[in-house]
């Protein structure tokens, strides 16, 4: 009979440890967090993870990685509501603006620019000398390294073989092998890429300056779990792991500037609603 009574009260405190687990787990619900792929899905993946993971703890907020492929994965993440975080520069455009994300800050680097780039070896000197020829891009969502570089060529009558590669670095990968004459790219992806694969471009045209993209919110995020993330995020540099963890970032990328997280705003944005304004249709 004790024995039956001391069965009965082990269950009874597995269960009520069981419940206020589950308890626990739905007081806490977990966010994904959803990166543009700008490298290929190895060094994105090695480039996040000790970030998020950080962050999640540091914040008190549990974040997950949903890293996509391509670069085009973050953005159907999104659309679909799949992911509560998101580090893009591709809601700004009508019809995704007000959907209601809200920037709450961006990586502490220089702006950006889209470029049109060749090998530094290369015969092409002009724009116009890639009428006809094959063209690499990311994809169709890419908005510096894509949109702004294809209106570009648009702009100036200049037809080329679209190939979508998924991502920059196997758009770069393309180039240097040659099986494309050229690329879309971004300046700051170019110059990681050359740093660790020890190639060199040559740049036959380049944008105006467009803001780092942006780490977002969606408005299904609590503001009190917004702002947690968001200082767990500014407050890295300020940490000796979460700085160790940054530099860590900055080296596997090869990037000319140490990374760190600062706030911004939507403001901050406002070039790319500016091209989205003025961009040819086929590119908005």
């Not at 082990?10 to 787990?25: D, E, K, S, Y």
């Not at 994809?139 to 920059?168: C, H, Q, W």
């Not at 200082?231 to 940490?239: L, P, V, Y």
Request: glycine share 6%.
């Amino acid at each position: 009979m004790l024995r039956h009574h001391f069965a009965h009260s082990i269950l009874a405190l597995a269960a009520g440890v069981i419940f206020a687990g589950a308890a626990r787990a739905a007081e806490s619900p977990s966010y994904n967090f959803a990166p543009v792929n700008q490298y290929s899905l190895q060094v994105s993946a090695s480039f996040w993870n000790p970030i998020i993971e950080y962050v999640s703890r540091k914040s008190g907020v549990r974040l997950n990685l949903k890293l996509g492929r391509t670069s085009a994965d973050a953005t159907s993440y999104v659309l679909a509501r799949e992911a509560d975080f998101a580090f893009t520069n591709r809601l700004f455009c009508p019809g995704r603006a007000g959907m209601g994300w809200t920037v709450f800050g961006r990586r502490n680097t220089s702006p950006v620019h889209a470029q049109i780039v060749v090998p530094a070896d290369s015969p092409i000197r002009r724009v116009e000398e890639l009428a006809g020829t094959p063209v690499a891009f990311p994809g169709p969502e890419a908005t510096i390294s894509y949109k702004v570089a294809y209106a570009e060529l648009l702009r100036r009558n200049v037809p080329v073989d679209v190939v979508f590669a998924g991502n920059m670095d196997a758009v770069f990968t393309q180039l240097f092998a040659g099986k494309v004459r050229a690329a879309g790219a971004s300046s700051q992806l170019a110059q990681h890429y050359a740093g660790r694969e020890h190639k060199a471009f040559r740049v036959l045209w380049s944008s105006p300056p467009f803001t780092e993209l942006a780490l977002m919110a969606s408005p299904r995020v609590p503001a009190a779990e917004v702002r947690a993330v968001a200082r767990a995020f500014f407050d890295m540099d300020r940490d000796p792991e979460g700085l160790r963890i940054l530099s860590e970032a900055t080296a596997l990328v090869h990037s000319d500037t140490p990374f760190t997280f600062v706030p911004a705003t939507g403001a901050d944005y406002a070039s790319y609603r500016a091209f989205c304004a003025t961009a040819p249709r086929d590119v908005r």
